[in-house]
């Protein structure tokens, strides 16, 4: 018989089973025990049928009470039960007499204790030390479980893990350790730690720890083997219930990877910033070599450019030279195939993280944003360049003055060579001498009308021989005192002397004198030549004017061949759009001329046409020639390029005219284009004629995205589009124009 319900069982508090047949004797139990447990739950059983029937109700018992000797089963049977049912609470037999053999054997059987019915006072006591050494059973249990899943923790665990006692001695490692270190267990265990720190953590540092706080520091470490790398170490007090201190916990990370990959990207942000700054390509190297010198204290920095293959650039040293190859970072940069120059670090070869990586990354950004500059300043210059020599050429359809020609000329000749003087001699054929005609920049005396003889330094010499001659050295010419007495006076550095030479006879010299530092480059003595060549030209006017016209029309055809080159160079950086210039500029004078342009608006526009991408010369590699969608902020860089081409050609005069293309061919009809969002008529109508041309040979020509699409396809889009993106008026005539 079970004597307490089901729907009391399942509860909390003390839960007691009580097995006893003797109902007087059971409430005798549970009256002891209530005394101690006020709000405890006995559930009595009298019979094995009744116990298991217990047992098998959803209740845990916290302490079992049995009489020793029950019908049909003992108490020692009620305990087997018990274990066989899993119940793990405190085994109590109680008993009217019990001899001391049998209460051997219940002992050893797993009963706890034992109490006389005559001395049930004693009960309430002996459950409370059974409650109590089964608690301890059980967190003893358990803090075994936990330091196995610790000890098992520890030896799985990627980071490598230290035991170490109040003074430094190492106790034990976890196997992580030997593959962070290099060193076995058996290597260091019993050493003290500061034998294996590269970083100087010694014994001294754990004789003065205070307090229980967990420290944390990146350092550099050596392995085994020699090499280093960058760890993050954290070590941890243990202190004893005495509160002294017993241990130290030390856990190693190597963080080499996830810091060299921080420092990558930082460096990448904080560069990018440095070179978008920088004007000019001079400018750009020595902002880099300071940034080299501010991020790496350690490094000596230094680039060398070859002047030869770029004007505006001294063949020297920026930074600091280096002649040994000892522990050196060097990265060639080259332009159109040839050198440009080279970036060399001296760097310190102790370090953990992989400079030469690093190096390599700022080398790749700094050759990227200097080709761009370098990029831009020929493409200027080159157009400075044609410029000048179109100003000769009208100088010499429009100007009579022989002299204010020539002054003219030698003014705007000195600042397009960066000059700091120049003069003119021309040939006299009574004095049989040459005589200065012009000169510009001199400051302390007037020397026109000098008289140079033939073979004398150094005018006379490239007069006579008819070679481009320069001079840096003028100490050996103590004949010519009132030469050398010029140079100094006017403290000149350097002599450079181009024959002006026409149907090889020698009409004069052009000579160039500067005062500063200065190295020839191929560009400029071709620059010299040439102007030397047109100067000739303008002297020889007035008998050769129809061979003059001539010049002028080849130069005019040089000019638009040059703008042609600019353009075919553009279409092969940008590879998708091969060709794309030279197909839009005949449909571009095609249309201009069935619209009826004047001749003039029909070159205008023929040369805005070849020009209208040139603004791409300053949008990165990465976003021109991207195989896929373009983001938000490279759309936004794209646009850029209408702004990029006005800001490039509107100082040129002879382009100055020919912008409306290059500017507005983005801009739509609605105003919904770019860069100024301009509406309607609002839009150079060459602009608005060239957007029709751009758009269709775009959707007419192969893409790495798709196939070009048929003639019909893209005149249907066109038509779709009129009023939003193209001129309404205009789409009905470039549509005839296709179809004819």
Known sequence: MMTEPQQNRTRQGLNILIIDDNEDDAALMEFALRKKWPDAHCTMVDSREAMLAALNEDCQFDLVISDWSLPQFSGLDALKMLKRKGVDAPFILVSGKIGEESAVQAIREGTYDYVLKNNLTRLPIAAEHALQNKAREKAEQKLVEQLHLQATGLKAIPIAIAILSSDGIIESVNPAFKNLTGYAPEEVIGRSVSE???????????????????????????????????????????????????????????????????????????????????????????????????????????????????????????????????????????????????????????????????????????????????????????????????????????????????????????????????????????????????????????????????????????????????????????????FLSLIKEEKFLSQHCAPIVVGGVTLGVLEVFQRKEFTLSDEWVALLDAIAMQTGAALEYNTVFLELQSVYRTLENSYEATIEGWSSAMDLRDQETEG?????????????????????????????????DIGKIGIPDSILRKNGPLTEEEWAIMKEHPSKAYGMLHRI???????????????????????????????????????????????????????????????????????KHFDPNLTEAFIALIKA
């Not at 839009?584 to 526009?605: E, Y």
């Not at 009809?669 to 751009?694: C, H, N, S, V």
């Open 653 to 723: 005069p002879y382009l100055r005219n020919c912008l409306d293309i290059p500017l507005c061919h983005h801009e739509k009809w609605d105003g919904t284009g770019y860069p100024q969002g301009l509406k309607g008529e609002k839009i150079p109508l060459a602009a608005r004629m060239f957007a029709l041309i751009d758009v269709y040979d775009a959707l007419t020509s192969d893409r790495p995205y798709r196939k070009a699409w048929t003639k019909e396809k893209a005149l249907e889009y066109i038509r779709e589009q009129a009023g």
């Open 196 to 482: 294996f720190c590269y970083s100087g953590f010694c014994m001294a540092d754990f004789q003065t720890w205070k307090g229980s706080d967990i420290k944390t520091a990146r350092e550099i470490e050596r392995r085994k083997d020699g090499s280093l790398y960058l760890e993050e170490r954290t070590i941890c007090p243990v202190y004893n219930d005495a509160n002294q201190l017993t241990h130290f916990i030390a856990a190693k990370t190597d963080v080499t990877a996830e810091e060299q990959r921080k420092r990558h990207n930082e460096l990448e942000l904080l560069y990018a910033t440095i070179s978008a700054q920088a004007s000019n390509s001079s400018l750009l190297i020595k902002r880099t070599l300071s940034f080299i010198a501010e991020q790496f204290p350690a490094s000596e920095p230094g680039f060398n450019v070859y002047a030869s293959n770029h004007e505006t650039l001294k063949t020297t040293w920026y930074g600091t030279p280096h002649e040994k190859d000892d522990h050196l970072f060097t990265y060639e940069i080259h332009f159109f195939d040839q050198s440009f120059g080279k970036l060399v670090i001296g760097y310190s070869p102790v370090s953990a993280l992989q400079e030469f990586e690093l190096y390599a990354a700022i080398a790749k950004a700094f050759e990227s944003a200097l080709l761009k500059l370098a990029a831009k300043e020929r493409v200027e210059s080159q157009i400075k360049k044609i410029s000048f020599l179109s100003y000769i050429t009208k100088s010499i359809n429009s100007v009579f003055d022989a002299d204010l020609m020539l002054g003219n000329i030698l003014k705007q000749s000195a600042k397009l060579l960066d000059a700091d003087t120049m003069a003119l001699y021309l040939y006299n054929k009574e004095t049989k001498d040459y005589v200065c005609r012009a000169h510009y920049g001199f400051k302390s005396i007037n020397i026109t009308g000098v008289h140079i003889a033939p073979g004398q330094p150094y005018v006379g010499t490239a007069a006579s021989e008819q070679q481009f001659i320069s001079c840096y050295a003028f100490d050996n010419l103590t004949d010519q005192e009132q």
């Open 580 to 612: 794309h210039s030279k197909r839009v500029t005949s449909l571009t004078v095609a249309f201009a001329t069935r619209l009826g342009f004047s001749q003039d608006d029909i070159v205008r526009a023929k040369r805005g046409a070849l020009l209208h």
